[in-house]
Each structure stands twice: as structure tokens, then as C-alpha cells.
């Protein structure tokens, strides 16, 4: 699970890094290729699917906890997967917002 929670993390990072990188010609050139394309697309799309799927995996082990009456850490893992989310649709809503100036 440790694994799974850091790979979503890094998700949204490397779509903005990508993005940020690709606008500011710092990716040597490859930014005007078809892999390029397709990676920014696979990344967008993936993104808030994994993010999503960590929000309700966390929450539901969280209301395991709570219902078996052990005493559940805290909300940090739930609130962290929440915040991963809506940091892959804003980072999502800003891609799209650049799409449509060009």
C-alpha cells in the first residue's frame, strides 16, 4: 500500500512537471514529438483515476477501522488522498485551460 500511496503522489507532480517543462521548450526537443502527446494525454487521463482510486480505498479502510472499533490513527491518509485528488483535477482544469487558448 506504501508503494501504491507514493506512486499516486507522484503522479500529479510529474503531469505539471511535464507540462511546465513542454511550454518552456525544457525537454530538449521532445516535447514536439508523438510519444510526448501521449504521455501528457496517458498522464492526464490517469492521473484522477488513481488519485480517485486512493481516495476511496483509504476511506474505506479507514471505516473499517472505525466500524471493528480499533482505534483508527486519524484522517491524515484520507485527507492526504483527498488533497492528491484535487490536485490532479486542478492540475487537469489547468491543462484544459491552456488547450483552449491556442
Same mark, same amino acid.
Given at each position: ?8 503522489? *507522484? &503522479?500529479?507532480? #510529474? *503531469?505539471?512537471? @511535464? !507540462?511546465? =517543462?513542454?511550454? /518552456? %521548450?525544457? $525537454?530538449? +526537443?521532445?516535447?514536439?514529438? !508523438?510519444?510526448?502527446? +501521449?504521455? $501528457?494525454? *496517458? @498522464? ?10 486512493? &481516495?476511496?480505498?483509504? #476511506?474505506?479502510?479507514?471505516? #473499517?477501522?472505525?466500524?471493528? =472499533? #480499533? ?7 484520507? +485527507?492526504?488522498?483527498?488533497? /492528491?485528488? &484535487?490536485?490532479? &483535477?486542478?492540475? %487537469? ?5 491552456? $488547450?483552449?487558448?491556442?
Amino acid at each position: 500500500m506504501r508503494v501504491f500511496r507514493i506512486i499516486v503522489a *507522484l &503522479l500529479p507532480q #510529474i *503531469l505539471f512537471f @511535464l !507540462d511546465v =517543462g513542454a511550454r /518552456l %521548450d525544457l $525537454l530538449g +526537443g521532445w516535447n514536439r514529438t !508523438d510519444s510526448a502527446l +501521449g504521455v $501528457l494525454i *496517458l @498522464l492526464f487521463l490517469v492521473t484522477p483515476v488513481a488519485t480517485a482510486i486512493l &481516495l476511496v480505498v483509504e #476511506i474505506v479502510r479507514y471505516g #473499517i477501522h472505525v466500524k471493528r =472499533g #480499533i482505534e483508527p490513527r486519524s484522517f491524515l491518509m484520507p +485527507g492526504f488522498a483527498i488533497l /492528491l485528488f &484535487l490536485e490532479a &483535477l486542478a492540475i %487537469d482544469v489547468f491543462i484544459l485551460s491552456q $488547450l483552449r487558448m491556442h
